[in-house]
């Protein structure tokens, strides 16, 4: 996603520099998942069901 430019060697995307592709071309072809996991005081089921309708 090019939050920070990198120091050395370098990252391809389909045999393309990440650096010769604008942020904003990359932002907008790229789609990221936070994976940050958490639960809420109660039960299992109470998340799931938090969980599902939040969707």
């Known amino acids: 996603m090019r ?3 990198i120091n050395s ?3 391809l995307l389909n045999d393309v520099e990440t650096r010769n592709i604008s942020r904003q071309a990359l932002r907008s072809n790229i789609g ?3 994976q940050d996991t958490w639960l809420f005081g109660g039960t299992i089921e ?3 069901k938090y969980i599902l309708y939040q969707t």
């Open 32 to 34: 990221m998942v936070l």
């Open 9 to 11: 060697g370098s990252i």
């Open 46 to 48: 109470e998340n799931l």
């Open 3 to 5: 939050y920070c430019d």
